[in-house]
């Protein structure tokens, strides 16, 4: 019986690289009965990666009961010829510094504009689409969270 092929594990420039191209992840919360798993959108500043969370819906329960979440974001051809994933395990917390949420604001402002993304994606973020792009910035409609206290990192590519 031969041995199962490990899929090989990325260094931290790599899966840093991942994190930086793509502006989706999924967010599991473990504060629940089965864990509930959600797609958010995120920027990533370097150090730390941001969430913008609209003022309702189950996450919110979820959250203020237990913060402590898993972050997977992957990347894969069409395919499946080539793929990577990095999975973060740590807490959210919420960003309340004024001068610190409109910074993260205008982060998703310039993230959207720079990867050409569709207005409908506010929908996502409490907002219209037909409102302009910047309302996002100026508006407090969504809360803002901050990964923290990560304690474990799994990073994966398929060679």
Known sequence: MKEPIKIPKMPKAEYDSLIKRQHVSRIAFGA???PYIAPFM???????LYFLSTKYGRKIEYFKSNPKVSVEIEE????LSAFTFVSLQGFLEEVCDPSQKKKVRKL?????KNKTLSPRVLSALGHSPSEPIEALER???SMVWKLVGVKDIVALKNG
């Open 32 to 34: 629940c009965e089965h």
């Open 42 to 48: 995120y920027v990533f500043d370097g150090k730390y």
């Open 76 to 79: 894969y051809a069409p395919d």
């Open 108 to 112: 998703f402002v310039d993230m959207i």
């Open 139 to 141: 508006e407090e409609r």
